[in-house]
């Protein structure tokens, strides 16, 4: 047959076999699987973890905000004259709702949709009450009023009279002398000044309270005298109730609605307020003088619209607003911009950083551990389907052309994963995919697998190569060299986590969150974290795990001298296997590296836990606090708290803060706490270490507490007293401000308990709150437990979403643990089975060879897990604190380490290799001869 006649054949491609391809991926269906499933399980985590973070943001700042109350309003205080109407002062209620009106107008443009309609008020300065000589009941001690203007249409009910009234025209005459006032304009005297009549009384209502304070009623009259000793003539119009004494309205004049009143021995001052009506303003304006007169504009925050992405501008506005209030408009010019929201939302920023440092530092620990698990199971499969690539690769197929074929099959079954994943991450929590990490993810995952087979193929096509001793000392160089580079950006990852510095720790509002450490990132609510940061646990774990693994074989190595001298050749087989099979460099590495990140996750919900414990701690003082109106009483009440069952201490203390003081080095503000020294000293014994003011471990002041003698301006004048040393007694500030010092001194330097009788008792003890509770304080005092604060800050979204999220991570973490262990015992199970039943034809039993394999695989799966676990309390001291977590960076204490959960790692690695033993030995109960000997046994 000629060449024309021949039929033409289909041109090959490079044993390039698609169609069976299926059948050959189902009979390695189950490393498949497993890599689908592991592929599954760390986009589920990378998806999950920030999701949850970044779902509770926008909860933890709204949290924030709405704790914050009244404080975090913007209050706008303007001194006013009232000369921008034009007409007097009869516009002067008309022109403050005006001035409200324009400050809410200038603050929405540059702060958003977050803020609340304004409230504003009007109040003059201060005006003593003169009593009268012959006043049947007259107020006791000084008594002062303020006049103040609010909008309270609807807002208050009367009890007695009506709603003030104005001034009567200037015009208007008395009894019928209107009638004569058009032709009797001749009269010279008419236009003399001192002829003027002199002003009518200003009306103004009372609350009941203030009523009973002063001993007023409707139509009595007020004698007030104004700073610069004029009289000031009021009356009372009227008697009200407020409708709801919790309204804006009467935030900024409390005095409105109960009269504040203190004592200093017998002394008595009473402060109180009372209301004027649109029309009652402009008289008191007019009597008391426009420049003592001050128009204050409070703008709340609505909690529910404060977001991250909100507070990220709130934050980049507001300081400049405070800076220069004018430019908000004319309704704040010349005035101040009061709110502690930038401190509020700073406090909440760091919580929020701290929170996704740690959550990203899980993220990463379960990522890294997850492709070290993916690699080992690529080397699973590939060794599995050896024969098979050998037969391929003698009947031409060309490494091109299997890594097309493998490639496809990667593609398909890393899709698979990743798609479920996805769709669990999503039922889990909602929101946008992480396509950096899922892409990071299934990259790893679909070179692993080809490159595993092709570096395996192209060994087997030339053995000589694979056997040469330049192969090894090349692969022996490429491990060094990756090692040292993995050591080097570890190292990276440490200076970046302590370059960040950190936060205040535990002690934050968040319960121990408070910190935004290094991988916390930029200082707003919405700020990515550094990842070189916050990768420095995982880092930290892998350097230490290629120590175990290069330190692990040379150990076992060392005890094969040992196994040789028993009578048994157990120990000898069971170390010469352990060397041949049983420590390959990656299981240790994966093993080991997941047994440390384990420690480390679980060390974080150890350090959640113990800052929401501190931040208890910090804001209560004690188990109980009892704070109330300065009462001497209180004396005595802490006296039989003391007494009570389950009470170690408790102490009585005038407490005031910000109070200027001299010291030889300057000028200070200090906050005072003054109580009976025995007490004092008994109470700070009793506190756990670091609670106390100035107790070593405590967050550090902004300037050490004075020592020696202590000038102090006290009740309007100077008082020289003697701070004592080395009390550490509760902060005044209750954990929210530390940055004063807290100057302790004896109460009787300030004159005793009659002259600065106690407002707040502290008491310590298992049984301080049912010591309370049978024996409450007298009249209003507010009782605090440390256990009911403790309780809120479990309960806060952001603490309780990273708590779940490490607990999530350590569950996960561990299931890798015994993967680890799991893929290394399956890819030696071929040689280990050969091996003991060659032995058992020279006479190994059953029960020995069982012996045999539990000590090529148990020691490596115990050795491992328990190096990495005690590596990772080690990890767990260096990194959390950096991170955020369990305590102040400038402390210098280590993080708080889970030293009881160093056990489950091991737990979960012996239990692994148990579990592929027992299996082993299920499905190997026949042993064939022949089979053995065809093996080269």
């Known amino acids: 047959m000629t060449g024309r006649h021949r039929t033409p054949r289909a041109r090959r491609r490079a044993g390039l076999d698609l169609g069976t391809l299926p059948r050959r991926s189902a009979a390695q269906a189950g490393p498949l699987a497993l890599v689908a499933v592991l592929v599954a399980l760390v986009v589920a985590l990378s998806a999950t973890v920030p999701r949850a973070v970044a779902r509770v943001s926008d909860a933890a700042v709204r949290a924030a905000v709405a704790r914050a109350g009244a404080d975090a309003d913007l209050v706008a205080t303007t001194a006013t004259a009232f000369t921008e109407t034009g007409q007097g002062y009869d516009g002067s209620a008309e022109l403050s709702r005006q001035a409200a009106d324009q400050v809410g107008a200038g603050l929405a443009p540059r702060l958003g949709d977050v803020l609340r309609a304004p409230v504003v008020s009007t109040a003059s300065r201060p005006l003593a009450l003169a009593v009268d000589a012959d006043d049947p009941a007259p107020p006791p001690g000084e008594t002062t009023l303020r006049l103040v203007w609010?909008?309270?249409?609807?807002?208050?009910?009367?009890?007695?009279?009506?709603?003030?009234?104005?001034?009567?025209?200037?015009?208007?005459?008395?009894?019928?002398?209107?009638?004569?006032?058009?032709?009797?304009?001749?009269?010279?005297?008419?236009?003399?000044?001192?002829?003027?009549?002199?002003?009518?009384?200003?009306?103004?209502a009372l609350s009941e309270a203030v009523a009973g304070a002063v001993g007023a009623t409707t139509g009595d009259p007020l004698h007030l005298v104004a700073a610069d000793g004029g009289p000031v003539e009021a009356v009372v119009s009227g008697v009200f109730r407020p409708v709801d004494p919790g309204a804006a309205a009467w935030l900024d004049v409390p005095d409105l609605l109960e009269p504040r009143v203190s004592r200093t021995g017998p002394a008595t001052t009473t402060t109180a307020a009372a209301l004027l009506s649109d029309d009652s303003l402009a008289?008191?304006?007019?009597?008391?003088?426009?420049?003592d007169v001050q128009r204050t504009v409070r703008v709340a925050f609505e909690p529910g619209r404060v977001g991250a992405a909100a507070a990220d501008r709130v934050l980049g506005e507001l300081p400049a607003?405070?800076?220069?209030?004018?430019?908000?408009?004319?309704?704040?010019a010349?005035?101040?911009?009061?709110?502690s929201a930038v401190g509020v939302l700073r406090a909440a920023a760091a919580e929020l950083a701290a929170a996704r440092a740690a959550a990203t530092a899980l993220v990463v620990g379960g990522v890294a551990v997850g492709a070290l698990l993916l690699v080992l199971t690529a080397g699973l499969l590939a060794r599995r389907r050896s024969g098979e690539l050998a037969t391929r690769r003698t009947r031409g197929a060309t490494l091109p052309a299997l890594a097309a074929e493998l490639g496809a099959e990667a593609v398909v079954v890393v899709g698979a994963g990743v798609g479920a994943g996805l769709l669990a991450a999503a039922a889990v929590v909602p929101g946008a995919v992480p396509v950096g990490a899922v892409l990071a993810v299934a990259g790893v995952a679909v070179l692993a697998l080809p490159?595993?087979?092709?570096?395996?193929?192209?060994?087997?096509?030339?053995?000589?190569?694979?056997?040469?001793g330049t192969g090894r000392a090349d692969a022996r160089a490429r491990r060094l060299a990756a090692e040292l580079v993995l050591a080097v950006v570890a190292a990276g990852s440490v200076v970046a986590l302590g370059a960040g510095g950190g936060g205040t720790g535990g002690a934050g509002g968040a319960g121990g969150t408070g910190g935004a450490g290094a991988a916390g990132g930029g200082a707003g609510p919405t700020a990515s974290p550094d990842l070189l940061a916050a990768a420095a646990p995982a880092l930290l774990a892998a350097v230490g795990a290629v120590l175990v693994a290069r330190v692990l074989p040379a150990l076992v190595a060392r005890l094969a001298p040992l196994a040789e001298r028993s009578r048994r050749a157990v120990g000898v087989l069971a170390v010469a296997r352990a060397r041949s099979d049983g420590l390959a460099a990656l299981p240790l590495l994966a093993a080991a590296t997941a047994a440390a990140l384990v420690v480390v996750g679980a060390s974080a919900v150890v350090a959640v836990r113990d800052g929401q414990d501190a931040a208890a701690w910090a804001a209560v003082g004690g188990d109980a606090r009892v704070d109330g109106a300065p009462d001497p009483a209180v004396v005595a009440a802490a006296a039989g708290w003391a007494r009570a069952p389950g009470v170690t201490a408790a102490a009585a203390a005038r407490v005031a803060r910000d109070v200027p003081a001299r010291t030889a080095d300057g000028a200070i503000r200090v906050d005072v706490v003054a109580g009976?020294?025995?007490?004092?000293?008994?109470?700070?014994?009793?506190?756990?270490?670091?609670?106390?003011?100035?107790?070593?471990?405590?967050?550090?002041?902004?300037?050490?507490?004075?020592?020696?003698?202590?000038?102090l301006r006290w009740d309007g004048a100077d008082r020289t007293v003697r701070a004592l040393p080395g009390l550490a007694v509760p902060r005044p500030s209750a954990g929210t401000a530390d940055d004063r010092p807290v100057v302790v001194v004896d109460v009787a330097d300030l004159g005793g308990w009659d002259a600065a009788p106690p407002t707040t008792a502290w008491l310590v003890g298992p049984g301080a709150a049912d010591a309370v509770r049978a024996a409450p304080p007298a009249g209003d005092g507010a009782v605090t437990t440390r256990s009911a604060v403790l309780h809120d800050l479990r309960a806060d979204v952001l603490p309780r979403a990273l708590v779940g999220a490490a607990a999530g991570s350590v569950a996960l973490l561990?299931?890798?643990?015994?993967?680890?262990?799991?893929v290394a015992a399956a890819a030696g199970g071929p040689a280990?089975?050969?091996?003991?039943?060659?032995?058992?034809?020279?006479g190994l039993t059953d029960s020995e060879a069982r012996r045999v394999a539990a000590g090529e695989v148990l020691p490596a799966a115990l050795l491992a897990t328990a190096a990495g676990a005690a590596l990772g309390c080690a990890v767990a001291a260096v990194v959390l604190v950096p991170l955020g977590l369990g305590g102040a960076p400038a402390s210098g204490a280590p993080g708080p380490v889970a030293w009881g959960a160093a056990a489950l790692p091991v737990l979960a690695g012996v239990a692994a290799g148990a579990a592929v033993l027992r299996v082993e030995h299920a499905r190997r109960r026949t042993h064939r001869l022949g089979e053995v000997l065809r093996t080269g046994g």
């Open 832 to 842: 280990r089975r050969r091996a003991l039943d060659t032995l058992r034809t020279v």
């Open 283 to 291: 008289a008191a304006v007019a009597a008391v003088g426009p420049r």
């Open 321 to 332: 607003l405070q800076a220069s209030p004018g430019t908000i408009g004319w309704g704040a």
């Open 150 to 204: 609010t909008p309270a249409e609807g807002a208050v009910a009367w009890v007695a009279g009506a709603e003030p009234a104005g001034p009567p025209p200037r015009g208007a005459a008395d009894d019928g002398d209107a009638g004569d006032a058009g032709t009797a304009g001749a009269d010279p005297g008419a236009d003399d000044p001192g002829d003027e009549p002199e002003p009518a009384p200003v009306q103004v």
């Open 334 to 339: 010349g005035g101040s911009l009061h709110s």
């Open 451 to 468: 490159v595993a087979a092709l570096r395996l193929a192209h060994g087997a096509a030339d053995p000589g190569r694979r056997l040469a």
């Open 676 to 711: 009976d020294p025995a007490a004092l000293a008994a109470l700070a014994a009793a506190l756990p270490a670091g609670v106390g003011a100035g107790a070593p471990g405590s967050s550090g002041d902004a300037a050490p507490a004075p020592a020696g003698e202590v000038v």
């Open 814 to 822: 561990l299931a890798f643990v015994a993967l680890a262990v799991l």
